[in-house]
Nanobody, 123 residues
Framework: QVQLVESGGGLVQAGGSLRLSCAAS????????MGWYRQTPGKERELVAA???????SYADSVKGRFTISRDNTKNTVYLQMNSLKPEDTAVYYC?????????????????WGQGTQVTVSS
């Protein structure tokens, strides 16, 4: 079994900062791309940032210059440093990872999701 556990959400004033963490655990053979998505009521989940296994990041235009994604492969953990937060960043943030697990005679790769963490930015 594989689990993604997020932490670090909360309430912050506009202009403030938060750091989200997401740790993967379980029978992990390897982790490919890791990313953060966010969702608000009535809207589709959107990609905020992603990072390859080699550390190459990519960002949604709405967060470029304000958010930084990073990962620690020794801890199977991905981080999202969020600075200069705006009220429109308010959402539930979800961690996502492409994880390969070793079965008895084969390998299986699939996407896993965290449970979500609420980020609220007040104006």
């Amino acid at each position: 079994q594989v689990q993604l556990v997020e932490s670090g959400g909360g309430l912050v004033q506009a202009g403030g900062s938060l750091r989200l963490s997401c740790a993967a655990s379980g029978s992990i053979f390897s982790i490919n791309v890791m990313g953060w998505y966010r969702q608000t009521p009535g809207k589709e989940r959107e990609l905020v940032a992603a990072i390859s296994s080699g550390g190459s990041p990519s960002y949604a235009d709405s967060v470029k210059g304000r958010f930084t994604i990073s990962r620690d492969n020794t801890k199977n953990t991905v981080y999202l440093q969020m600075n200069s937060l705006k009220p429109e960043d308010t959402a539930v943030y979800y961690c996502n990872a492409g994880i390969t697990t070793r079965q008895i005679v084969t390998f299986q790769t699939r996407a896993y999701w965290g449970q979500g963490t609420q980020v609220t930015v007040s104006s």
